[in-house]
């Protein structure tokens, strides 16, 4: 679970029984729980603790000073070149053919997704898309007749109503704890298109990606973030609703991609005084504090001091509901919006735009990539001609950058690489032709500092 900054510091994550916990009145509105009302939690487990699984990914990077540290026995410098990193998080299984929903920060940069069942199966997995701006990645494992998550019903959970949450925090999989819905419709900062649901459920670095189960062990959120001082819970968690979660899913699944609408305009909440200022009763809507040039919000007459009351009709109480809506509107959509303007309410219809992804980020490689087509991902030159002398051999290439699965076998930027299973390599289409044989395990005679050694290799 990575991190970010707040004031504080936002750590990305992050019947008696079932059945007829949440009731529906007629009128849609969800039901209060009856008085005295206890979740049966063993019951919640037992269902669906068989749909929640552990996530492991390997994948590189680059390491930089901010990374040393002086009991951990390494070289102050940054190493030359990346090194593997190892990740862990939670999801949970959605279709019985495979699908994985998880956190989109659990996966990000990985090279290889391992994906554990709790009756200890493991699946290597496909990454089929992620969405930053909303935080949910969708997998595939090459399985059929898997347990699934029942999906809940997000409009029917109301503040106070028990939660619980079954992942792998730290690594300790199936692990169940429990809480209230502490608010629902929280914006938070980097993440203002999701309106989180806020618990006070105990979520700590590994929870990501799990599900935030409802009292009929229904899915109602996917587990993101948490607001901590020191990187562990301190008592506010957040998850992504599930019905914008299942949006994002659908979009990924058909296109491969969420695409998400762009307004381009400059927000911020109203106060009581603002609020008199431009002629509210009470503070409400989004202040439009400025238009991006030739943006849809520019070329659809809105200006600074616009207040925008509703969105498609659906009003809004605070700005981060504007972004919510346009986090899960399609470019190219027309959109009206109620906008209090000179004292008076006026409507405005406008074609959203495109948003640009969050940090130009892509979506990971493919977690299985063939080892003739990717090279194992490092990076090979021959050596020169000094450098064979000083070898005191004919041929062989130099180690510029490992990959996750080379380096997990132990080779290190900087080698000599020799052979392939005892046969000699003097160029990159030499490597390229031997492992178009496809090799289950391969055996890298290097070179390291004057030494010969080699190195078994893994091809799985």
């Not at 347990?147 to 949450?165: A, C």
């Not at 490689?365 to 990717?374: C, F, H």
């Amino acid at each position: 679970m990575k991190r970010q900054r707040w004031p504080l510091t936002v750590a990305v994550l992050l019947c008696c029984a079932l059945g007829t916990a949440q009731a529906e009145q007629p009128d849609g509105l969800a039901a209060a729980l009856p008085g005295g009302f206890t979740p049966n939690y063993r019951a919640i487990a037992e269902r669906a603790g068989p749909a929640v699984v552990g996530i492991e990914v390997v994948g590189m990077r680059t390491p930089s000073a901010l990374d040393w540290d002086p009991d951990n026995g390494l070289p102050a410098l940054p190493f030359k070149g990346k090194l593997p990193f190892h990740g862990q998080g939670s999801g949970f299984i959605i279709s019985s053919d495979g699908l994985v929903l998880t956190s989109a920060h659990v996966i990000q940069g990985a090279r290889r997704i391992t994906v554990r069942l709790g009756d200890r199966r493991q699946f290597r997995a496909q990454v089929l898309g992620i969405d930053a701006t909303t935080d949910v990645a969708v997998l595939r494992v090459d399985a059929k007749d898997l347990p699934v998550l029942r999906m809940g019903r997000v409009d029917l959970l109301q503040v106070g109503d028990p939660v619980v949450t079954i992942g792998s925090p730290f690594g300790l999989e199936q692990s169940v704890s429990h809480g209230i819905v502490s608010a629902k419709g929280r914006a938070l900062p980097g993440f203002a298109a999701v309106p989180h649901i806020q618990t006070d459920v105990p979520v700590n670095p590994g929870h990501s990606g799990g599900p935030l189960l409802d009292a009929s062990a229904s899915v109602v959120g996917i587990n993101s973030q948490i607001y901590t001082f020191s990187g562990g819970y301190q008592g506010l968690s957040f998850a992504v609703p599930i019905d914008l979660a299942l949006r994002v899913k659908d979009e990924i699944v058909a296109h491969g991609r969420m695409l998400h609408g762009y307004l381009g305009v400059t927000i911020q909440n109203l106060d009581l005084t603002l609020a008199r200022a431009f002629g509210l009763d009470r503070p409400r809507g989004a202040l439009v504090a400025g238009t991006d040039a030739g943006s849809a919000a520019d070329k659809g007459g809105l200006r600074a001091g616009d207040i925008i009351t509703a969105f498609n009709d659906e009003t809004l109480g605070h700005a981060g509901e504007l972004t919510s809506h346009l986090g899960v509107t399609s470019p190219g959509e027309r959109v009206r919006l109620t906008v209090w303007r000179a004292r008076k309410a006026l409507e405005v219809v406008v074609q959203l735009d495109q948003a640009m992804e969050p940090g130009g980020e892509s979506a990971p490689e493919s977690a299985t990539p063939a080892p003739a087509q990717q090279e194992l991902g490092w990076r090979l030159r021959p050596l020169t001609a000094q450098e064979r002398t000083l070898l005191g051999v004919a041929g062989g290439l130099w180690v510029e950058e490992v990959s996750a699965l080379t380096a997990q076998a132990g080779l290190l930027a900087g080698d000599a690489l020799l052979t392939i299973n005892l046969k000699s390599v003097h160029s990159v289409e030499d490597v390229r032709q031997l492992l178009r044989e496809r090799p289950l395990n391969a055996a890298l005679l290097v070179d390291r500092d004057g030494q010969r050694m080699f190195i078994p290799l893994m091809l799985d």
